[in-house]
């Protein structure tokens, strides 16, 4: 069964989306932003539950308070091709309060070179904005470059994280 629940926070009303485990917890597949690109739309026949998204609403809260660095949510395994899951694997070992260049990412996978690209496009892809900290990926010269849901805010969640002063 397919759940959602709309969280607010500083980057807008954020859309969870995720499923129910045989044990009642959740699975994250999505947090989506408002405007961003690629993002979630709830569809017919999913099932609004906040009740099943607050452990992840507590830890967003506590990640915008300054007051978390990593987060603990189970997500879907599943979602994406096996290169997109490995790059989004990388993006979760970038530490809080740095950066890395897509570069960077894309040798830590074994496709440096022409493979910078590919990686641009699956950081681009990734489906849990915030918990997967895609925002830390920045261009080989400090440059923020894109972001699905703005520069803007990628530039927000790296002046929270203290990278940008």
Not at 64 to 91: I, P, S
């Given at each position: 069964?397919?759940?959602?629940?709309?969280?607010?926070?500083?980057?807008?009303?954020?859309?969870?989306?995720?499923?129910?485990?045989?044990?009642?917890?959740?699975?994250?597949?999505?947090?989506?932003?408002?405007?961003?690109?690629?993002?979630?739309?709830?569809?017919?026949?999913?099932?609004?539950?906040?009740?099943?998204?607050?452990?992840?609403?507590?830890?967003?809260?506590?990640?915008?308070?300054?007051?978390?660095?990593?987060?603990?949510?189970?997500?879907?395994?599943?979602?994406?091709?096996?290169?997109?899951?490995?790059?989004?694997?990388?993006?979760?070992?970038?530490?809080?309060?740095?950066?890395?260049?897509?570069?960077?990412?894309?040798?830590?996978?074994?496709?440096?070179?022409?493979?910078?690209?590919?990686?641009?496009?699956a950081i681009g892809r990734?489906?849990?904005?915030?918990?997967?900290?895609?925002?830390?990926?920045?261009?080989?010269?400090?440059?923020?470059?894109?972001?699905?849901?703005?520069?803007?805010?990628?530039?927000?969640?790296?002046?929270?994280?203290?990278?940008?002063?």
């Open positions: 069964m397919t759940v959602y629940a709309y969280v607010d926070g500083p980057l807008g009303e954020m859309l969870l989306v995720g499923r129910l485990s045989p044990g009642g917890r959740v699975v994250l597949r999505s947090l989506s932003l408002p405007g961003q690109k690629g993002g979630v739309v709830v569809e017919d026949g999913w099932t609004s539950a906040p009740e099943a998204f607050e452990e992840v609403a507590g830890q967003l809260r506590e990640y915008f308070a300054g007051e978390r660095e990593r987060f603990e949510v189970e997500f879907d395994g599943d979602a994406g091709t096996e290169f997109q899951r490995r790059v989004w694997r990388a993006l979760e070992e970038v530490p809080y309060g740095s950066t890395v260049s897509y570069g960077e990412i894309a040798r830590r996978v074994g496709s440096a070179g022409a493979g910078v690209r590919a990686v641009g496009t990734n489906p849990l904005l915030v918990v997967r900290p895609c925002h830390r990926v920045i261009g080989a010269d400090g440059a923020l470059r894109g972001y699905a849901a703005g520069v803007g805010r990628k530039e927000r969640l790296l002046g929270l994280e203290g990278v940008l002063v």
